[in-house]
């Protein structure tokens, strides 16, 4: 009988490394109280976090407005359909991630009132261990350059706070 032998670091052991997680922004119908009366309104945008596949593929999701409740399907990166017959109970909520994280990191998001699309963000990088990875999780823009705190995931859930300074306004 012919011995094989089998390198374990070779094998693709089906884990899921080529997703990736982004925050992206959403356009919706509504405009914000105080764009309302402005020539031409600015739809009012919300931030979601999404994970694209290997094939560049979004993971179909419903996230609801942060302005005025109505719930979107994430077709793609910064594109999305309103949903009219949605059940909101089965929406994911904060407190329906919260549970599965653990408390030192809960408790730092919460500190920092981070949101939802924050806290999806974290369960991504711990469920998939992608250590390494940051999450912004609080920033201000002050004279065209942003300004705050980065949370950085070391390894097994040991996270460390870094301040950070940079000129890109437009990520988010
Ligand atoms: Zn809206």
Redesign the pocket.
């Known amino acids: 009988m012919k011995e094989t032998k089998v390198n374990l670091d070779e094998l693709d052991d089906g884990s899921v490394d080529y997703l990736v997680g982004i925050k992206h922004l959403i356009e919706?119908?509504?405009v914000l109280p105080q764009f309302q009366n402005t020539k031409s309104p600015l739809f009012?945008k919300f931030i979601v976090f999404s994970i694209v596949d290997e094939e560049n593929k979004t993971q179909e999701k419903n996230a609801i407005?942060n302005?005025?409740g109505?719930v979107h399907t994430i077709l793609e990166i910064g594109k999305s359909e309103i949903t009219k017959s949605e059940n909101l109970s089965s929406l994911r909520e904060i407190k329906d991630i919260r549970i599965g994280l653990p408390p030192h990191i809960v408790n730092i998001l919460e500190e920092n009132q981070c949101d939802l699309a924050t806290f999806e963000e974290v369960e991504f990088i711990l469920d998939n261990e992608r250590w390494g990875s940051y999450v912004v999780i609080n920033k201000d823009q002050i004279e065209g350059r942003t300004i705050g705190k980065a949370l950085i995931f070391k390894e097994n859930s040991i996270v460390k706070i870094e301040s950070f300074t940079r000129q890109d306004i437009f990520e988010i």
């Open positions: 919706c119908n509504c009012h407005c302005n005025c109505i």
